[in-house]
């Protein structure tokens, strides 16, 4: 699948601000199921585009504008080819108990402020499945079967116990809920960013989208020998992430992977207006229900 990719963020301020400085996760991860065939960030105010690659593997564009300015626009494109995931593997449990496995795993396997909750026991104590792979996909109905998907009830900064406590919240919370669960069965996960293209026609198409949050699982190969596979998995949409996801990088959680995160010198507050546009150049028709 081919998409052509642009982000648009744009800041206003109430009053002139200087010494912005920001950093932006929002290149397209290249990998073996996806390719990114073209890249840019262009900033206005003008300034100098610093680059690096964070702990994780996401690359991290770093710039200032030091001068006074009441606006800031921050124009990123890109082009990216994807390919379908495959199958994932079935591996029996006793499996992410090898050495081959608790390496790679590590902090992925780490409890991230995932609440001391009876709630959560309850919602752990019903994601036990056959295999490891079972239990991710089990994961992946039970949070939209238990949490509505509703905008405006949590907040970039909301923990699992908000999630708990409101009974809604958008693609970030499912997340952040599926990695307290799968942890705690001891399959280590990670949290992804990137974007969901979702649409209805059949000809090439240009929609508004989202950012959009999902994890991976790293499930056993199942094979002496073989390294174990991360397996990219969506619950806002129940299933397995595809070549309709555009992965941009991972972390442990949101707070390693924030699309723009940045501070400023002065007193003026900031209005942000960010959108999203993904134009498909082929291929078939994700679902129509799917949510960003």
């Known amino acids: 699948m081919n998409f052509a990719i642009r982000y648009l963020t744009e800041y206003s301020y109430d009053g002139e601000v200087t010494d912005n400085l920001n950093a932006l996760r929002v290149r397209p991860a290249a990998s073996a199921r996806q390719r990114v065939d073209e890249f840019s960030v262009r900033i206005d105010p003008e300034a100098r585009l610093h680059r690096h690659t964070d702990y994780f593997g996401t690359e991290v564009v770093e710039f200032a504008v030091t001068e006074p300015h009441t606006q800031l626009a921050i124009d990123v494109r890109a082009r990216v080819a994807t390919t379908a995931a495959p199958v994932p593997p079935q591996a029996e449990w006793s499996a992410l108990t090898l050495a081959d496995y608790l390496e790679p795993a590590g902090e992925f396997l780490l409890a991230q402020g995932a609440p001391t909750d009876p709630r959560l026991d309850a919602l752990h104590a019903?994601?036990?499945?056959?295999?490891?792979?079972?239990?991710?996909?089990?994961?992946?109905?039970?949070?939209?079967?238990?949490?509505?998907?509703?905008?405006?009830?949590?907040?970039?900064?909301?923990?699992?116990?908000?999630?708990?406590?409101?009974?809604?919240?958008?693609?970030?919370?499912?997340?952040?809920?599926?990695?307290?669960?799968?942890?705690?069965?001891?399959?280590?996960?990670?949290?992804?960013?990137?974007?969901?293209?979702?649409?209805?026609?059949?000809?090439?198409?240009?929609?508004?989208?989202?950012?959009?949050?999902?994890?991976?699982?790293?499930?056993?190969?199942?094979?002496?020998?073989?390294?174990?596979?991360?397996?990219?998995?969506?619950?806002?949409?129940?299933?397995?992430?595809?070549?309709?996801?555009?992965?941009?990088?991972?972390?442990?959680?949101?707070?390693?992977?924030?699309?723009?995160?940045?501070?400023?010198?002065?007193?003026?507050?900031?209005?942000?207006?960010?959108?999203?546009?993904?134009?498909?150049?082929?291929?078939?028709?994700?679902?129509?229900?799917?949510?960003?």
């Not at 939209?144 to 909301?158: H, N, Q």
């Not at 908000?162 to 669960?181: M, N, P, R, T």
């Not at 069965?185 to 999902?214: C, K, M, N, P, Q």
């Open 126 to 292: 019903t994601t036990r499945a056959r295999t490891p792979l079972a239990t991710v996909l089990l994961v992946a109905e039970l949070i939209p079967d238990t949490f509505e998907y509703r905008a405006g009830v949590t907040y970039v900064g909301s923990t699992v116990g908000d999630l708990l406590d409101a009974g809604a919240g958008v693609c970030q919370d499912f997340v952040h809920l599926g990695l307290a669960l799968l942890r705690r069965r001891g399959i280590a996960a990670r949290y992804v960013s990137g974007y969901l293209f979702v649409s209805h026609g059949d000809e090439v198409e240009s929609v508004e989208v989202a950012t959009h949050a999902w994890l991976e699982a790293l499930l056993p190969s199942g094979t002496p020998g073989e390294e174990p596979v991360w397996v990219g998995v969506d619950p806002t949409n129940r299933g397995l992430s595809g070549e309709f996801h555009v992965k941009i990088g991972h972390g442990r959680d949101y707070g390693d992977v924030p699309p723009t995160k940045g501070v400023y010198r002065g007193g003026a507050e900031a209005a942000l207006e960010a959108t999203v546009g993904m134009t498909r150049t082929s291929g078939l028709d994700p679902a129509a229900t799917a949510r960003f």
